[in-house]
């Protein structure tokens, strides 16, 4: 169902009406196919969008690591140099990270998001795809409990760090166990997509990725489902859209591979997930 005209486009602006936007801090909806940057959607932004960094040699400048098919702007990363650096956006719990993220290896995939120090091993908060096809939030390198995960499909993947003592990962709406270890970043002055910081040896993301997104507050239940169930719930939920193109306001946003049939089919743009 889909063709040219129904590409997603290389910007979107996030309304502040909506609830979700309360405390939405980086909104990393995809990108700009053929540059070096993640576009940051958030009004509050001032230009704050992520820098493609890591990557090297011919057919591997970061331009050519967004997916190039049509209605897909997704991230691909090679688990040992590719990664988004951001700047500064957390200062302190409470904090929320959202990714939706594909894992290439099914033990190990490695870490999706991360916020924190960049100069101590295992410090910050970050959303780790670990060995055993296991998932966790993880502070200090302290885990959660964890979540199953399967290499090479999609997940919504939603990381609560409530305070020094609550941590909880969420795959699809799905929760493990909330991590009760004290432990609190020596500080929170980098943040990055596609690694952590681990300080010399650095844990890089193998899979795809899009729809960065970080709360500086914690996402309420009814929120983790929006952002996790199978439909256009960005544009939705609340009754007004979250997400907005500025060149078509009667389009909307599908934020996974529901199927588009019907009349109402063409008002739809496509998410990357909209294509295997």
């Known amino acids: 169902m889909t063709d040219s005209s129904q590409q997603r486009p290389k910007v979107f602006t996030i309304n502040p009406l909506h609830s979700l936007a309360r405390g939405l801090v980086f909104a990393g909806l995809g990108g700009e196919s053929g540059t070096y940057r993640l576009k940051d959607s958030t009004r509050e932004s001032q230009n704050n969008n992520g820098i493609l960094t890591g990557y090297s040699g011919v057919g591997n400048l970061p331009k050519d690591?967004?997916?190039?098919?049509?209605?897909?702007?997704?991230?691909?990363?090679?688990?040992s140099t590719n990664f988004v650096a951001i700047k500064q956006i957390i200062f302190a719990y409470p904090l929320t990270l959202a990714i939706w993220c594909k894992p290439s290896l099914s033990s190990n995939s490695g870490v999706a998001i991360y916020i924190g120090p960049d100069n101590g091993d295992n410090d910050g908060c970050w959303i780790s795809f670990g060995a055993g096809g296991s998932a966790f939030a993880i502070t200090n390198g302290v885990p959660s409990g964890s979540v199953p995960y399967t290499a090479n499909i999609w997940y919504s993947a939603i990381a609560i760090f409530s305070s020094s003592?609550?941590?909880?990962?969420?795959?699809?709406?799905?929760?493990?166990?909330?991590?009760?270890?004290d432990r609190t970043p020596a500080n929170w002055l980098h943040s990055y997509v596609g690694r952590n910081c681990n300080f010399g040896s650095p844990i890089y993301w193998n899979g795809d990725i899009t729809d960065a997104m970080i709360w500086n507050r914690t996402l309420n239940p009814m929120e983790i489902q929006a952002l996790s169930i199978q439909s256009n719930v960005l544009m939705n939920y609340g009754g007004t859209p979250l997400i907005n193109e500025p060149r078509m306001s009667t389009r909307k946003v599908i934020w996974w591979p529901a199927?588009?049939?019907?009349?109402?089919?063409?008002?739809?743009?496509?998410?990357?997930?909209?294509i295997p």
């Open 65 to 79: 690591r967004w997916s190039k098919a049509i209605g897909r702007q997704t991230l691909s990363f090679n688990g």
């Open 165 to 181: 003592t609550s941590r909880t990962l969420y795959l699809n709406g799905i929760s493990g166990t909330i991590g009760t270890d």
């Open 259 to 274: 199927p588009l049939t019907g009349p109402g089919a063409m008002n739809y743009w496509i998410s990357p997930r909209s």
